[in-house]
């Protein structure tokens, strides 16, 4: 597959990977994929299991030839022998040996042996070979011999008379045993050839319809899903069955609805984002203007205005701050935060002041923290983080079910934090009515982990995402009683050797 250019664009460049995707995914034919590759290979494996079984076969017709040929000599030298004082006349001798094939005739009977009948009798003998008892692997060996090296030898075969004690030996050419064997082994091998072919052409079928077909309109699923995976018709449509191909096409038809709905997601939030991306425009002019009249409120004479007014101020200005990171949010990730050390108590009275909650609620808000601890953290961050995690405990004890009956479980959040070590761990506790299942599957995932009706699931993915900034965590801690129980940890920044040695020579 072909690199993208390093002067394409991520969609150009994915364009041109597909591409090449689908050019190599085309059909190939029907003898060139994986049907035809089996064809072959059953051809194959069925021809070297042939020639396991041809030398064997081999090897037993040429016993079997010689064999006939000894039954031939012994009648023919058994009736001879009956002929006994008198001689076999010569040309009665040549004609009994051209009808067996052989060159000499020898009857072994009652120990003795009697050459019978003998025509252009040899000088000398080039092999011998005992019919008597032949082990599997000598008549193989003999076969093979025959073939390769036989034709014009004098050979020498002796051997019993069936059943009886009466044995013959014969003197003959090895011609037209090996002619006899070549015949056999080419009408083996046509046999061969012919039972091969016909049992991969039941293979291919076979194999073409149970898997091949199938696997083909998976493949063809996928290249016209990668298409136009928007399109409904081109999910995968799989047939009932429970073997692997089967249970294979029910998963794809589950990834391509799964990667539909996510595309028509991402899709939705692009949409949103381009919409939000507007309307904090607008938004961040309108607080541009608030934040100028708010700072006339710092010179009006009144207590109660001298009271409120910083606080209006830095409220402001966190919302002013929140819509200018509105459209970096969107584009790749949060800023860094800028840590420093950080007051908690400080912060979380900010965050109890932002919530402004009403006494006649009944919430009470309690905080647990050291006055003199502090984090190594981003202020705004890690407050929108707790302020986040507030806000929703809140939310749960006013909802209408929060909290336990009068005279029960008070209705209360708790806000704790303290060091151990180079971690500051924060826990917000409330006593609402804890977590649904569907949000604790989904819980830092935006748009499907809010654990109340209408809500986004953001604020837990922002605060996710600021945490895991720092290099810290959170996480939904289960807790015995009603409620619902978050804990954040952040530890302090890695102090590297030149920066202690700093610190160490200033403090001295």
């Avoid at 017709?61 to 000599?73: Q, T």
């Avoid at 710092?298 to 509105?326: C, H, N, S």
């Avoid at 949000?439 to 995932?445: D, E, I, K, P, Y």
Wanted: charged share 20%; with cysteine.
């Amino acid at each position: 597959m072909p690199a993208p250019d390093q002067g394409q664009t991520v969609p150009e460049a994915l364009t041109t990977v597909t591409d090449a995707a689908r050019a190599a995914c085309r059909p190939v034919g029907i003898f060139g994929g994986i049907s035809g590759k089996l064809l072959w290979l059953t051809v194959v494996c069925i021809m070297l299991a042939e020639v396991l079984i041809f030398f064997p076969s081999v090897a037993s017709m040429r016993l079997r030839w010689l064999d006939e040929r000894l039954n031939a000599a012994a009648g023919a030298a058994i009736a001879i022998d009956g002929l006994q004082p008198a001689d076999l006349p010569a040309d009665l001798q040549r004609q009994t040996l051209e009808a067996t094939g052989t060159k000499a005739i020898v009857l072994r009977k009652d120990g003795t042996s009697r050459l019978l009948a003998t025509w252009d009798m040899p000088a000398s003998v080039d092999a011998q070979y005992d019919l008597t008892s032949v082990p599997p692997v000598t008549a193989i060996r003999d076969a093979l011999d025959t073939l390769v090296f036989g034709g014009d030898r004098m050979i020498r075969v002796y051997g019993p008379v069936r059943d009886t004690n009466i044995g013959v030996e014969v003197l003959m050419r090895d011609k037209y045993l090996r002619n006899a064997m070549l015949l056999y082994a080419r009408n083996v091998f046509m046999l061969s050839i012919m039972i091969a072919l016909f049992t991969a052409t039941l293979v291919f079928f076979a194999i073409n319809r149970i898997l091949i077909r199938p696997i083909r309109r998976l493949t063809g699923s996928m290249q016209q899903f990668s298409a136009d995976p928007e399109n409904p018709q081109h999910v995968f449509v799989g047939e009932g069955g429970r073997d692997e191909l089967a249970i294979a096409g029910r998963h794809l038809t589950a990834m391509q609805l799964q990667l539909q709905k996510t595309l028509k997601q991402q899709s939705n939030l692009a949409a949103l984002g381009l919409a939000v991306s507007k309307i904090n425009h607008d938004m961040r002019n309108i607080l541009a203007s608030a934040q100028l009249m708010s700072d006339r409120l710092v010179d009006v004479d009144d207590p109660m205005v001298k009271r409120f007014a910083p606080k209006l101020l830095r409220t402001i200005d966190r919302a002013v701050g929140y819509t200018t990171e509105v459209l970096s949010y969107g584009q790749a990730s949060e800023s860094a935060p800028r840590r420093r050390l950080v007051r908690v108590i400080t912060l979380v009275e900010d965050v109890r002041d932002m919530l402004a909650i009403d006494p006649q609620s009944g919430v009470e808000f309690v905080e647990q923290i050291g006055a003199d601890l502090e984090v190594d953290a981003d202020n705004e961050q890690l407050f929108r983080v707790v302020h986040n995690l507030c806000r929703n405990a809140l939310q749960a004890l006013t909802s209408g079910n929060g909290g336990g009956s009068a005279g029960d479980t008070p209705r209360r959040i708790t806000v704790s934090a303290h060091r151990i070590g180079s971690v500051v761990s924060i826990t917000v506790d409330d006593t609402g009515p804890g977590m649904p299942q569907k949000a604790r599957q989904n819980l830092f995932a935006a748009f499907r982990g809010s654990a109340r009706s209408g809500g986004t699931g953001l604020g837990l993915a922002i605060a996710r995402e600021l945490v895991l900034a720092h290099g810290g965590t959170i996480a939904l801690v289960e807790k015995p009683s009603i409620g619902t129980q978050f804990r954040i940890e952040i530890p302090d920044r890695p102090v590297s050797l030149e920066d202690y040695r700093g610190r160490s020579l200033s403090e001295k």
